[in-house]
């Protein structure tokens, strides 16, 4: 058993080698490889720390933003299987610990939104069934109209006004 203070003292360590204080994930990210931050985050997670402790949650939104970088060349099973469920899971903590509208819930849900629009643009079996389709445009709109409401109220965020605006405007052309 680990006493308070070398709990402590690991926290100290971690949030040094993650970057703590935290860089700014919009402005300045960090090339960082998502199989670092996946090791990082099994190595933590549940065993040091709570899954849903403050550190892995950092390390969770890394993950997104580097999946989200590499959208376009992932697979439609990686965005299906690790990128789409790893957005639900800070949105769900999200919805319970901050609820409302922040910064950092809208950076997940306009990454989530482009991730639904890669996936309507590239799944071919997904443009074959209508009502799957409509789903998902459904919630791209959701979620997308969401950041964009945080974005356009917050000074700063013209970059993901503009993109939030142009897949917005392609899920209504496909309607």
Do not use: W
Not at 79 to 95: A, K
Request: aromatic content about 10%; glycine content about 4%.
């Amino acid at each position: 058993m680990q006493t308070d203070e070398e709990i402590l003292d690991l926290i100290e360590q971690l949030e040094q080698k993650i970057g703590f204080p935290k860089y700014n994930v919009l402005f300045s990210p960090k090339e960082e490889s998502i199989e670092q931050l996946k090791a990082f985050q099994n190595k933590y997670s549940g065993t040091i720390f709570h899954p849903n402790h403050y550190i892995l949650q950092e390390v969770k939104l890394r993950l997104v933003k580097q999946y989200a970088l590499k959208l376009e060349t992932m697979t439609e099973i990686d965005i299906t299987n690790c990128f789409i469920p790893l957005c639900h899971q800070l949105l769900d903590l999200l919805n319970v610990v901050a609820p409302g509208t922040s910064e950092y819930k809208a950076i997940v849900q306009f990454h989530l939104c482009q991730g639904f629009n890669c996936l309507l643009n590239k799944d071919e079996e997904l443009k074959k069934c209508s009502e799957s389709q409509e789903r998902l445009k459904h919630q791209t709109k959701q979620y997308g109209e969401m950041s964009l409401a945080y974005f356009r109220n917050n000074f700063g965020f013209n970059v993901f006004q503009a993109e939030l605006q142009s897949i917005l405007q392609g899920v209504l052309v496909m309607d």
